[in-house]
């Protein structure tokens, strides 16, 4: 190299030394918040399209989630899919909606809608239903589109489709991606068999589709007065199929899916949402991954399929008793069975439910969130903390009573008591888990420091009606932060507030870039672990100062 490229590459390394002195921490430095912090989408950078299509057996993943224990790692990790605010961004896994956007009512009735339904005209069956319980076809409408169609078990009328309609807003609500399902009433002579239609005997082999498969479809199915047949129909979803997503691992050929499934908040959550709901049925069955492109490339979406499993009923009739208060199998209630007989009870032994055909057994006045459980215990569900807890409840609790009265209605059921009934037991089960798990942690939220310095935050089990303020308020203890080291400095004495506000010190750093933490506890509290600080960390830009981390338990 020359003297000239040497002393031009001097001089190209010293102002770029000095540019980073006066910009903010890129990603990639040894630091707690990157200028980019807190992330509001999850970074899908890579192309995903060299990732192929898989095949879970049912049966292999229900063995392996009831006996297994997959996905083994430490326990009681921080969920790995949120940002320093401990927030989950948006992603091809969720969207954050409820508690974070201002829905509507209309908002949550149209759901993930964006159409009218199936184009009416005659309706082409392309193949029987050849996965799950209820009966259904897969169809093409009046101008080719494809259908999934399934309809309400015979003698159960409106329990199955009214399940998948009204479960489908709400877990698009909290965030899920999810099929648009739309309901229809299909009469036989409006069907007819597309000349591909193929279906697989028992024995597996494959044949031509006969009228008399599609009959068979219909005799399992609830026939109106009218002769026509209630169903949902599933619109096929966009992207290139590649079967479903397990509850623990990775996708190794997803360059994306780099956390391990059994530490991603959204599916942890799925303990508390699938106890809101009584989503027993959780397995990779009812997953689907999708191929497809988004800003120009090629990655993969994550949809919750099928969660039609909810509240009292299944594809083909009531919930069995004990779905929801027992798994499939637990040792240790197999053993007691055995040594007394068949004497140990159960409480799902002693429930009463008032049982409604469109609903079936569901249930809010002996419902403990704590203690629910799916059919299947999945590695993501065993492994939430209470902050996951914490941030699902904080969803559930958003649903006021008016927004699950409108939703429970979208089931469309022909007797106003079937949709009260629904609506009822989502509000009790809805309070039940806001009191487990709102006062289970810290429940400091909301926190800011406006254009005074003044800390204002607010307390979520306060706010919804399930605690009192500890009577002796808050001690609130300032910082300064250094970003690269971890080290803190304390900034005074901490101070004791009865209103959730606190005038910062005087001494609080005026600097662009500065970082304060803030340590906010109750004191002598009804519940113990809000005496556990809530530690949050503000960083002072243009603006003000905005908030950039928080941690309401420890990071492990």
Same mark, same amino acid.
């Given at each position: 190299?020359?003297?000239?490229?040497?002393?031009?590459?001097?001089?190209?390394?010293?102002? /770029?030394?000095?540019?980073?002195?006066?910009?903010?921490?890129?990603?990639?430095?040894?630091?707690?918040?990157?200028?980019?912090?807190?992330?509001?989408?999850?970074?899908?950078?890579?192309?995903?399209?060299?990732?192929?299509?898989?095949?879970?057996?049912?049966?292999?993943?229900?063995?392996?989630?009831?006996?297994?224990?997959?996905?083994?790692?430490?326990?009681?990790?921080?969920?790995?899919?949120?940002?320093?605010?401990?927030?989950?961004?948006?992603?091809?896994?969720?969207?954050?909606?409820?508690?974070?956007?201002?829905?509507?009512?209309?908002?949550?009735?149209?759901?993930?809608?964006?159409?009218?339904?199936?184009?009416?005209?005659?309706?082409?069956?392309?193949?029987?239903?050849?996965?799950?319980?209820?009966?259904?076809?897969?169809?093409?409408?009046?101008?080719?589109?494809?259908?999934?169609?399934?309809?309400?078990?015979?003698?159960?009328?409106?329990?199955?489709?009214?399940?998948?309609?009204?479960?489908?807003?709400?877990?698009?609500?909290?965030?899920?991606?999810?099929?648009?399902?739309?309901?229809?009433?299909?009469?036989?002579?409006?069907?007819?068999?597309?000349?591909?239609?193929?279906?697989?005997?028992?024995?597996?082999?494959?044949?031509?589709?006969?009228?008399?498969?599609?009959?068979?479809?219909?005799?399992?199915?609830?026939?109106?007065?009218?002769?026509?047949?209630?169903?949902?129909?599933?619109?096929?979803?966009?992207?290139?199929?590649?079967?479903?997503?397990?509850?623990?691992?990775?996708?190794?050929?997803?360059? &994306?899916?780099?956390?391990?499934?059994?530490?991603?908040?959204?599916?942890? /959550?799925?303990?508390?949402?699938?106890?809101?709901?009584?989503?027993?049925?959780?397995?990779?069955?009812?997953?689907?991954?999708?191929?497809?492109?988004?800003?120009?490339?090629?990655?993969?979406?994550?949809?919750?399929?099928?969660?039609?499993?909810?509240?009292?009923?299944?594809?083909?009739?009531?919930?069995?008793?004990?779905?929801?208060?027992?798994?499939?199998?637990?040792?240790?209630?197999?053993?007691?069975?055995?040594?007394?007989?068949?004497?140990?009870?159960?409480?799902?032994?002693?429930?009463?439910? &008032?049982?409604?055909?469109?609903?079936?057994?569901?249930?809010?006045?002996?419902?403990?969130?704590?203690?629910?459980?799916?059919?299947?215990?999945?590695?993501?569900?065993?492994?939430?903390?209470?902050?996951?807890?914490?941030?699902?409840?904080?969803?559930?609790?958003?649903?006021?009573?008016?927004?699950?009265?409108?939703?429970?209605?979208?089931?469309?059921?022909?007797?106003?008591?079937?949709?009260?009934?629904?609506?009822?037991?989502?509000?009790?089960?809805?309070?039940?888990?806001?009191?487990?798990?709102?006062?289970?942690?810290?429940?400091?939220? &909301?926190?800011?420091?406006?254009?005074?310095?003044?800390?204002?935050?607010?307390?979520?089990?306060?706010?919804?009606?399930? /605690?009192?303020?500890?009577?002796?308020?808050?001690?609130?203890?300032?910082?300064?932060?250094?970003?690269?080291?971890? &080290?803190?400095?304390?900034?005074?004495?901490?101070?004791?507030?009865?209103?959730?506000?606190?005038?910062?010190?005087?001494?609080?750093?005026?600097?662009?870039?500065?970082?304060?933490?803030?340590?906010?506890?109750?004191?002598?509290?009804?519940?113990?672990?809000?005496?556990?600080?809530?530690?949050?960390?503000?960083?002072?830009?243009?603006?003000?100062?905005?908030?950039?981390?928080?941690?309401?338990?420890?990071?492990?």
């Amino acid at each position: 190299m020359t003297r000239h490229h040497r002393l031009a590459v001097c001089t190209l390394v010293a102002i /770029a030394a000095v540019l980073l002195q006066q910009t903010a921490v890129p990603r990639g430095a040894t630091v707690k918040f990157y200028s980019d912090d807190p992330l509001q989408r999850e970074p899908e950078s890579q192309d995903a399209s060299k990732v192929q299509e898989w095949d879970i057996d049912l049966m292999w993943d229900l063995g392996e989630n009831l006996f297994a224990n997959p996905g083994a790692r430490t326990p009681m990790v921080k969920a790995r899919d949120v940002n320093t605010a401990d927030e989950v961004p948006d992603s091809n896994w969720f969207t954050n909606r409820i508690g974070v956007e201002n829905l509507t009512i209309a908002d949550l009735v149209r759901g993930p809608l964006t159409g009218d339904g199936p184009a009416p005209g005659t309706w082409s069956v392309t193949r029987p239903k050849e996965a799950g319980f209820a009966p259904g076809f897969t169809m093409n409408d009046a101008k080719g589109e494809t259908w999934f169609v399934s309809f309400d078990a015979e003698g159960f009328p409106e329990a199955a489709t009214g399940a998948i309609l009204v479960a489908n807003k709400i877990f698009w609500a909290l965030g899920y991606w999810q099929v648009e399902n739309y309901l229809v009433h299909i009469k036989p002579e409006e069907l007819a068999i597309a000349p591909t239609a193929i279906v697989k005997t028992p024995a597996g082999k494959r044949r031509t589709m006969r009228f008399s498969d599609l009959q068979e479809v219909l005799r399992r199915s609830h026939k109106s007065a009218d002769g026509s047949y209630r169903a949902v129909a599933a619109k096929a979803l966009p992207g290139r199929a590649l079967g479903g997503f397990r509850y623990f691992d990775t996708r190794t050929d997803d360059p &994306n899916d780099v956390v391990p499934h059994q530490d991603r908040r959204v599916l942890r /959550a799925l303990k508390v949402f699938g106890a809101w709901t009584n989503l027993v049925d959780m397995k990779a069955g009812n997953t689907h991954d999708a191929l497809i492109t988004e800003n120009g490339k090629s990655v993969v979406r994550h949809y919750l399929q099928d969660v039609g499993s909810t509240f009292g009923t299944g594809a083909n009739g009531p919930r069995e008793y004990d779905e929801g208060w027992e798994s499939l199998f637990e040792a240790n209630l197999a053993m007691k069975r055995l040594v007394t007989l068949g004497f140990f009870l159960q409480p799902w032994q002693t429930v009463h439910y &008032n049982e409604h055909p469109a609903i079936g057994r569901f249930e809010g006045v002996e419902f403990d969130p704590t203690e629910w459980k799916p059919r299947v215990p999945t590695a993501a569900f065993v492994r939430a903390r209470a902050d996951d807890d914490f941030w699902a409840a904080r969803r559930v609790m958003a649903f006021p009573d008016e927004m699950i009265r409108a939703i429970a209605s979208t089931g469309q059921y022909h007797d106003e008591a079937a949709a009260k009934l629904l609506a009822d037991v989502l509000i009790q089960r809805r309070d039940k888990i806001g009191q487990a798990y709102l006062t289970a942690v810290n429940p400091v939220v &909301n926190l800011a420091i406006d254009g005074t310095d003044t800390l204002r935050f607010q307390n979520a089990a306060v706010e919804a009606h399930l /605690a009192t303020e500890p009577a002796s308020g808050y001690t609130v203890g300032w910082a300064t932060f250094d970003n690269t080291t971890g &080290n803190t400095t304390p900034i005074g004495s901490p101070t004791a507030t009865l209103d959730r506000q606190a005038k910062a010190p005087v001494s609080l750093p005026s600097t662009s870039g500065a970082i304060v933490k803030v340590q906010i506890a109750a004191v002598n509290p009804e519940h113990r672990s809000w005496a556990t600080p809530v530690d949050a960390y503000f960083r002072r830009g243009a603006d003000g100062w905005a908030l950039v981390g928080l941690e309401r338990m420890p990071v492990q």
